[in-house]
């Protein structure tokens, strides 16, 4: 089954089960002209699209594995960031709340920037005002419906599990100051029964190499951030490739009081930075 047939196929799901185009896509939490593209094949859409629409129309949990593995089966996708952005960074914020919600489980590995779910509104704003192209009121809007999604830490029937290395914590991207009010925010949120939170230090051999940020939902689905796009890999072999490469850095990294006493003393380092500096 090719992006046409599959959007074929959906057209024809949503038709037979009597709903709008328009409830569809408002429930799928996309737009309706999106939605449009996806039906008619002008736009190929991805495993996460597909079940959003297969959920908005509510189809048998048979009909559904089955479209699942036609749409994994097709998609690779890759969106360019400048696209995202171009589309409005808060919508993609939104976007990623709804398919958190959905989520029961999130393992996140993190080599060059604090994760958004763990990030303070200084470390936000100080981040997105590097952009000389985001107007003032795309940074607020931004900083606002990432932290809204940061309520999904709270819900205890989710699992979010997030490793990072060390100079994630110590490149200055950012002045001391916003940074060791990170390692605080980390060390409260490291206390949530639901949260688990990794360092894995320079310190001692190490027997893989972080090459990029990534994102697991559920052994479903990975986003791996590059350079220029947010690429989407839903084949099961590739996806277990990554949960190796998770486990494995989980293995070699800081927790519980160990992490505590770590980021108590990176905290620390950047202090005396701020008052030397």
Known sequence: MNR?????????????????AKAVARSAVMSASKLSKIETGKLAPSADDVDRILTAIGVSDGVKAEYMEAARAVATEATAWRLIQRAGLHKAQKQLQAVEARMSLLRLFQPALMPGL?????????????????TEDTVRRTISARLERQQVLYDTSKTLRFVITEPVL???????LVMAG??????TLSRLPNVDIGVV?????????????????????????????????????DVALYVAKFDGFTESSLSGDELKGFLEGVRDDLLQQRETG
């Open 170 to 176: 110590r490149w200055l991207i950012v002045p001391p």
């Open 4 to 20: 046409s047939e599959l959007g074929a196929a959906l057209r024809v799901l949503r038709q037979a089960s009597g709903k709008e």
């Open 201 to 237: 230090p320079l310190a001692g051999p190490k027997h893989d190499i972080p090459n990029h940020a990534f994102v697991i939902r559920d052994d479903r689905a990975v986003s791996v951030e590059t350079v220029h796009a947010d690429v989407v890999v839903t084949d099961p072999k």
């Open 182 to 187: 990170q390692m605080d925010r980390m060390i």
């Open 118 to 134: 763990l990030q303070t509104p200084e470390y936000m704003r100080a981040i997105l005002s590097r952009h000389d192209d985001l």
